[in-house]
Nanobody, 120 residues
Framework: QVQLVESGGGLVQPGGSLRLTCAAS????????MGWYRQAPGKQRELVAH???????NYADSVKGRFTISRDNAKNTVYLQMNSLKPEDTAVYYC??????????????WGQGTQVTVSS
């Protein structure tokens, strides 16, 4: 069994910063990709950023230059540093991991989500 636990969400003023953390635990053999998605009210869930085990990153155009994703492979943890936050960044942010629980089984897992609200 695998769990992804997010933390770090909250209320912040426009222009402010937040850091999200997601720790994966459980029966983990290896993790290939870890990432963050978000879903605003009335909208579809969208990719924010992801990072593969070797360190290559990918960002949504809307967050490039403002958000930074990083990863601690030894701790099975992924971070999302969010700077220059805008009201349109308001959403529930979900952690996602593409991982193996054994050498032969690969699955995709989601965290429970953490609310980020950008408002004055």
């Amino acid at each position: 069994q695998v769990q992804l636990v997010e933390s770090g969400g909250g209320l912040v003023q426009p222009g402010g910063s937040l850091r999200l953390t997601c720790a994966a635990s459980g029966n983990i053999f290896s993790i290939y990709v870890m990432g963050w998605y978000r879903q605003a009210p009335g909208k579809q869930r969208e990719l924010v950023a992801h990072i593969i085990s070797a360190g290559t990153t990918n960002y949504a155009d809307s967050v490039k230059g403002r958000f930074t994703i990083s990863r601690d492979n030894a701790k099975n943890t992924v971070y999302l540093q969010m700077n220059s936050l805008k009201p349109e960044d308001t959403a529930v942010y979900y952690c996602n991991a593409d991982l193996r629980t054994t050498m032969f089984r690969r699955d995709n897992y989601w965290g429970q989500g953490t609310q980020v609200t950008v408002s004055s």
